[in-house]
């Protein structure tokens, strides 16, 4: 029998060889993950504003030994725990201080939730309560497989799952950890949740008790109100809430895991710096951020509709017609159903708890909806491969789906044409859109949409699984041809000039030199100069002060980071001006007296 031969039977029998479909399973997620996440991961610069800061703190804590409180450009940084730090710090000691080593916990924690789906479609993604009850036949061991090859990849092939994967601050690794321990909380309620022992609850449950404290170690309360909230209405739409939460999944001993993990640097912290913690973290970064606007980031109520849309796209078409199906309005039936079917409810109460609980909340960012998107890829799996192992004519909600499927991507090629006219004015890339209109970039995207959607509508009529692997396809040829190279585009116009400068400084700063940026912030600069930066508002007042205050010190020079726009502006009176660098929009100087 011929390689090819042997492949072939291998495809049309799979759920026969369990081992070789679980290699060839692992092989295809690492090769998926590792373009999706780590491909390029340090190729282009840390982006301001925030990756740097989150970068600089880790990067403070491993150079003074201080794990405790976080520290950005000389100031307390209590945003966020601890936990992305230390990772980062971790990263650093293996691949150096750098971008890479900055973005590591975010790849990993989102090729962690890639297995995961997996693992957890792979044990429960029946498509029907019937396939539940024979779990072994090899129809529903096919279904099982398709399922979690669906999600795994819907789970790295989609847009925001990728950006977010691609940054080194803390919302990749909070969704590692917040949606593995639902995960691994429902994969012990559909297993039956038997207990160890009188004291230990099922392994899986203990994993998501550890998992939710390292939720709230990345992001704070949030990381274990939202998922309990989440698990306490799934117990009471199937009327298990007694049952699990009061008894097999051991309350008493999980809050003992909780507490062991999370506690400790929150007493440590509070202890060292007292009031001021408190009223930074929980107050301003909590409390403030759900009831009031924080930094601007207001939005109307509508905001996260085209947020998923866009963010969790091909696949968001497939959404509604995979909630729908579930008659979630007859609780009655899942009731009676075997724990082991409800994997579809619990993440359709997991998708709906976290768009209304963000949605509530004041403050709005794209960021906060990323925990439901594994909830997302759990639902469109289970509906795709449903509808792809089931030989009867498909709904006609999937019907409609797919066709919308095809017009969004018709859509995305027209848009594609007219991005360059979409991109506005950033003063840190003031020729962004000429350069990204000169690259032919929009015209790729234009060209993979449009062929994408030719693609799809035929196997809209032709084939139920080419849908999934057409849209697959088309994401891959997306990340690799287009967004891959334009985050490289966006950093040679953006960071590039700001790496030069900091280059610079390292090279020809005098002994107890100060460096000035006025005008303007960029964290990335203290990152790469590893010092800190005196950052002065755009304020002629306060500017002079800061001038002045300067050159009345020991030292009678102080290097000065301007955009070239403003130069003339500042009130540098008759100083001596030495022109160290020009980049533009930058210019570095030396002011003298």
Same mark, same amino acid.
Not at 346 to 373: E, M, N, Q
Not at 507 to 536: C, H
């Given at each position: 029998?011929?390689?090819?031969?042997?492949?072939?039977?291998?495809?049309?029998?799979?759920?026969?060889?369990?081992?070789?479909?679980?290699?060839?399973?692992?092989?295809?997620?690492?090769?998926?993950?590792?373009?999706?996440?780590?491909?390029?991961?340090?190729?282009?610069?840390?982006?301001?504003?925030?990756?740097?800061?989150?970068?600089?703190?880790?990067?403070?804590?491993?150079?003074?030994?201080?794990?405790?409180?976080?520290?950005?450009?000389?100031?307390?940084?209590?945003?966020?725990?601890?936990?992305?730090?230390?990772?980062?710090?971790?990263?650093?000691?293996?691949?150096?201080?750098?971008?890479?080593?900055?973005?590591?916990?975010?790849?990993?924690?989102?090729?962690?939730?890639?297995?995961?789906?997996?693992?957890?479609?792979?044990?429960?993604?029946?498509?029907?309560?019937?396939?539940?009850?024979?779990?072994?036949?090899?129809?529903?061991?096919?279904?099982?497989?398709?399922?979690?090859?669906?999600?795994?990849?819907?789970?790295?092939?989609?847009?925001?799952?990728?950006?977010?994967?691609?940054?080194?601050?803390?919302?990749?690794?909070?969704?590692?950890?917040?949606?593995?321990?639902?995960?691994?909380?429902?994969?012990?309620?559909?297993?039956?949740?038997?207990?160890?022992?009188?004291?230990?609850?099922?392994?899986?449950?203990?994993?998501?008790?550890?998992?939710?404290?390292?939720?709230?170690?990345?992001?704070?309360?949030?990381?274990?109100?939202?998922?309990?909230?989440?698990?306490?209405?799934?117990?009471?739409?199937?009327?298990?809430?007694?049952?699990?939460?009061?008894?097999?999944?051991?309350?008493?001993?999980?809050?003992?895991?909780?507490?062991?993990?999370?506690?400790?640097?929150?007493?440590?912290?509070?202890?060292?710096?007292?009031?001021?913690?408190?009223?930074?973290?929980?107050?301003?970064?909590?409390?403030?951020?759900?009831?009031?606007?924080?930094?601007?980031?207001?939005?109307?109520?509508?905001?996260?509709?085209?947020?998923?849309?866009?963010?969790?796209?091909?696949?968001?078409?497939?959404?509604?017609?995979?909630?729908?199906?579930?008659?979630?309005?007859?609780?009655?039936?899942?009731?009676?159903?075997?724990?082991?079917?409800?994997?579809?409810?619990?993440?359709?109460?997991?998708?709906?708890?976290?768009?209304?609980?963000?949605?509530?909340?004041?403050?709005?960012?794209?960021?906060?909806?990323?925990?439901?998107?594994?909830?997302?890829?759990?639902?469109?799996?289970?509906?795709?491969?449903?509808?792809?192992?089931?030989?009867?004519?498909?709904?006609?909600?999937?019907?409609?789906?797919?066709?919308?499927?095809?017009?969004?991507?018709?859509?995305?090629?027209?848009?594609?044409?007219?991005?360059?006219?979409?991109?506005?004015?950033?003063?840190?890339?003031?020729?962004?859109?000429?350069?990204?209109?000169?690259?032919?970039?929009?015209?790729?995207?234009?060209?993979?949409?449009?062929?994408?959607?030719?693609?799809?509508? +035929?196997?809209?009529?032709?084939?139920?699984?080419?849908?999934?692997?057409?849209?697959?396809?088309?994401?891959?040829?997306?990340?690799?041809? +287009?967004?891959?190279?334009?985050?490289?585009?966006?950093?040679?116009?953006?960071?590039?000039?700001?790496?030069?400068?900091?280059?610079?400084?390292?090279?020809?700063?005098?002994?107890?030199?100060?460096?000035?940026?006025?005008?303007?912030?960029?964290?990335?600069?203290?990152?790469?100069?590893?010092?800190?930066?005196?950052?002065?508002?755009?304020?002629?007042?306060?500017?002079?002060?800061?001038?002045?205050?300067?050159?009345?010190?020991?030292?009678?020079?102080?290097?000065?980071?301007?955009?070239?726009?403003?130069?003339?502006?500042?009130?540098?009176?008759?100083?001596?001006?030495?022109?160290?660098?020009?980049?533009?929009?930058?210019?570095?100087?030396?002011?003298?007296?």
């Amino acid at each position: 029998m011929s390689p090819l031969d042997s492949v072939r039977r291998w495809y049309h029998s799979y759920e026969k060889f369990p081992k070789t479909t679980g290699i060839i399973s692992a092989i295809a997620l690492g090769l998926l993950g590792g373009l999706a996440f780590f491909w390029h991961l340090g190729a282009v610069g840390l982006v301001d504003e925030t990756e740097p800061m989150f970068a600089d703190a880790a990067r403070r804590m491993l150079a003074t030994g201080d794990w405790i409180t976080p520290y950005y450009n000389d100031a307390t940084r209590f945003d966020k725990p601890p936990l992305v730090y230390w990772l980062m710090a971790i990263a650093y000691k293996i691949v150096g201080v750098n971008a890479w080593g900055a973005r590591l916990p975010s790849a990993f924690a989102a090729l962690g939730l890639m297995v995961l789906v997996f693992v957890v479609l792979r044990q429960f993604g029946f498509g029907t309560a019937a396939a539940a009850q024979n779990p072994e036949a090899p129809n529903t061991q096919r279904k099982l497989w398709l399922a979690a090859w669906i999600g795994s990849s819907l789970i790295a092939l989609n847009l925001q799952t990728i950006v977010w994967a691609r940054q080194g601050v803390s919302d990749m690794l909070l969704n590692g950890c917040f949606s593995g321990g639902l995960i691994c909380f429902f994969y012990g309620y559909g297993s039956g949740g038997q207990p160890i022992n009188r004291w230990l609850p099922n392994g899986w449950y203990m994993a998501a008790y550890a998992l939710f404290a390292c939720a709230v170690l990345t992001k704070g309360p949030v990381g274990i109100v939202v998922p309990g909230l989440v698990i306490m209405l799934f117990l009471l739409y199937v009327g298990k809430f007694r049952e699990v939460l009061l008894g097999e999944a051991k309350p008493l001993t999980g809050a003992l895991i909780f507490t062991a993990i999370a506690l400790p640097w929150f007493v440590l912290v509070t202890l060292r710096n007292g009031q001021a913690y408190i009223d930074s973290f929980f107050g301003y970064h909590n409390f403030d951020r759900f009831t009031g606007v924080v930094n601007g980031h207001d939005a109307p109520w509508y905001f996260y509709f085209p947020v998923v849309l866009v963010g969790f796209l091909p696949w968001s078409v497939y959404l509604p017609a995979a909630i729908a199906r579930l008659k979630l309005h007859r609780p009655a039936r899942w009731r009676q159903e075997a724990r082991s079917t409800h994997l579809a409810v619990f993440a359709s109460i997991w998708f709906g708890v976290i768009f209304g609980f963000f949605t509530i909340a004041v403050t709005k960012l794209p960021s906060y909806t990323i925990p439901l998107l594994p909830a997302a890829a759990i639902l469109v799996a289970l509906f795709l491969s449903h509808v792809i192992e089931t030989p009867r004519q498909p709904s006609t909600g999937f019907r409609w789906s797919a066709i919308a499927n095809v017009g969004l991507l018709l859509i995305l090629s027209g848009f594609m044409i007219y991005s360059p006219q979409v991109i506005g004015y950033d003063p840190a890339a003031p020729d962004l859109a000429t350069t990204y209109a000169q690259s032919n970039l929009a015209w790729w995207g234009c060209g993979i949409w449009l062929l994408g959607a030719v693609v799809l509508a +035929v196997c809209v009529w032709r084939s139920r699984l080419g849908i999934w692997l057409a849209n697959g396809a088309i994401m891959v040829a997306f990340i690799v041809l +287009v967004l891959l190279p334009a985050s490289t585009l966006l950093d040679q116009a953006r960071q590039a000039s700001l790496r030069e400068i900091a280059d610079t400084i390292t090279a020809q700063q005098r002994p107890d030199e100060t460096v000035m940026m006025v005008g303007f912030e960029k964290p990335s600069l203290v990152f790469y100069t590893g010092q800190d930066i005196l950052f002065i508002d755009d304020d002629k007042e306060e500017e002079l002060a800061a001038i002045d205050s300067t050159l009345t010190q020991a030292n009678s020079s102080f290097l000065l980071v301007v955009r070239t726009s403003t130069r003339p502006e500042l009130p540098l009176g008759d100083k001596t001006l030495d022109l160290l660098l020009e980049r533009s929009p930058y210019e570095l100087l030396r002011v003298q007296k």
